[in-house]
Structures are given as C-alpha cells and as structure tokens.
C-alpha cells in the first residue's frame, strides 16, 4: 500500500466499485481509502447495513448502554414542553436524522398527535431496514402519523426535508449520533441542515455528556465493552460486510473490539486491534492491481469517535451552525442532554 498513491488507489476502486458494489461507489470508496492511510481508520455510517442495525438494536436494550434509557426518559418527561416550545402555536411536521428503528421517537409523535391530531413523520436514515420497521411499528402504533420514509446518508447526501403547507418542521437529531463526528464535520452537517430550515424552527439534538462528578468514567467505558459482547460484535461486524460488498477478505477472528477515552478530545474511541501481523486484499479491478492491506501486531482501525459533550460545546456548535438555543433539559445525574434551538 505504501507505494500506491492515492489517485490509484481512487481510480483502482472505482474498478472494484463497478464490479462488487450495490451501493454507490463514493460511500465504499471513502471506506477502503480509510484502509489505505497511515492511520487506518473506516466512517461510523459503514456499521449498520442490516446485522449491524439489528446489533444496534440491541445495544440500546443493554443494562450497561445509559444513552437509551436516559434519553427515552427524558422524551417521556418533557416531550409536550419541548413541542410546545417548538410549535409557538403553530401545527408542527416533523423530521429525523439517523432515525433508525425510531423507538423513542415515538413518544414525541405520540404527544404530537395529542396536540394537533394529524402528523407528518419524514424517518431520514442509510439503513433500508430500520426504515422499514419504523414505518411499520409507527403504522400500527400511533395512528394519525404519516410516515414519509427517506433511504439517504445525511452525511454525504443533501439533506431535503419535507415541506407541508402551513406547517413548522421540528428536525429531531437525536441519539447523541451527533457524537460520531469531529467538530468541524458537527458543524458542517448543522449547517447544511440549518439551511433546509426556516428562521425559528426548531432543531432537538440528543448529546451524552462529558463524566463528571456524577457520571463516571467506568459507566462510560461499559457501555462501550457491555458484558454480553454485543458492542465486540456491532464492531466487527463491519470486517463481515466490507468481505461482503467489496470482496475483501477479513478474518475477525483475528480482530479485536477495543476502546480508549481520549481526555483530550472527550471521546470514546472504537477500534479494531490486529492481534497478529497480517494482509487483508481488496481484489483485482480490470486493471487486475490488487489493493494489499498491511497490518502490524497490535495496529488498529480506528472504526469510530463517541464525543461526550458539555455545555460549551454544545453552545459553540450551534452557534457555529446558525442556531440559538432555546432550552436544554438533562436528567438529575447530568449523564445526558436534549436541548431544543432555534434556526437563526
Ligand atoms: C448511535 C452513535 C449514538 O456512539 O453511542 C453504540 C453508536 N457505538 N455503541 C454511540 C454506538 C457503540 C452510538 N451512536
């Protein structure tokens, strides 16, 4: 790998794109390019194709993985204040960035519908099947909701949300999915976000927060290492379908779930260590020049960032992307953060 630049390797993977890919091929290309760094590293977004959303799934449902829970609770406590706040008497539509199955979604939808009857739901996600089986549970769950499904990766793609005649769109971005991304990428998205908005509709983003005196670092670190190993898994099951979509050839077993806290950048990083020297390829295109993958005992992929926020950088970051906030509601441990903000 060393000796190839890196418009071969682009143009060598647009050869392997055109014959593996069923997806475009600038989402699989980012990935491998990522290999192909002297800090090998691959984009958060490649961990749910279908086994990955299910893992995911389950994740939440983990005694270890606070995030959920603590956020589904603060939906539940304060989801007519927060649509309240963010309607301003007029009817509200809304839309959601990495819905994914939309579980806790739900409960804002549902008080919506209290509020003002009929809803527009837009689930805006990368996987088909979370797409699906929101649609599904909020069809048969919480009638009155329109459920307009969008397949994008808000990443990479335009973000286009669904305007309706007379109605104020409230985006959701919750999760703390925000938390995949470096500051400037945070921004970035916000941004472009900011710019499908209208002046004063709102934007409610889901942020974990930064340990503390209450929250500690080792809570931190099992809900990122859980007892069961369904994180290991979720990991590395992106090896599984890189060997699937692009035809690499992945052992996992010889990779390890690992993760650090990096103080610095107040982040849970996820990566998968080599446990032994060894060649991964990606394989020939036309041009029949193979792509080798080099690892060193010990050397990892960094596979994903987590950032733990604090109030500062919340404030800084909207105020970077063109929002105010309008309120931030935590729960009593200060482990988790919705706040609601406005389009400037
Ligand atoms: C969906 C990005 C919020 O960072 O906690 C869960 C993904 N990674 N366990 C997170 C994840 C490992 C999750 N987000």
Known sequence: MELVTETQVRGKLSEVSKRFLARPERELTEAVLGL????????????????????????????????????????????????ELASAGKSLSMS?????????????LQAAVRR?????????????????TAREYINQRIPGVTVLPQLSNYVIEPIQLERHAGK??????????????LKGERIRILRRLRDAMEPEEGLLLGTDLAPSQHKSLYALFAAYDDSQGVTAKFN?????????????????NLFR???????????????LESIVRQEVMVPAGLDA?????????????HTE????????????????????VTKVWTDPLQTFALTLAAAR
Request: no cysteine; charged share 20%; proline share 3%.
């Open 96 to 108: 959601e960035l990495g819905s994914g199955t939309a579980a806790k979604t739900g409960i804002l």
């Open 236 to 252: 590395l099951n992106v090896l599984t379908r890189l060997n699937r979509e692009v035809g690499m050839n992945f052992n996992p």
């Open 305 to 324: 960032n987590s950032y733990k926020f604090n109030t500062g950088m919340i404030d800084e970051m909207f105020t970077a992307a063109g929002f105010s």
């Open 36 to 83: 192909s760094a002297t800090r090998k590293s691959l984009p958060a977004w490649l961990f749910y194709d279908a086994t990955g959303s299910a893992l995911f799934e389950q994740i939440t449902e983990l005694p270890e993985y606070y995030l959920t829970r603590t956020e589904r609770a603060l939906l539940t406590s304060y989801s007519d204040e927060i649509l």
């Open 257 to 271: 779930h690992l993760i650090r806290w990096n103080a610095v950048e107040s982040r849970i990083e996820m990566h």
């Open 289 to 301: 020049m193979e792509l080798r993958i080099r690892f060193g005992k010990g050397e990892t992929i």
């Open 168 to 181: 104020k769109a409230l985006v959701l971005y919750i999760g703390s999915s925000i938390g995949n991304f």
């Open 116 to 132: 003002q009857g009929l809803v527009f739901y837009q689930p805006i996600d990368v996987s088909k099947v979370s797409l699906d």
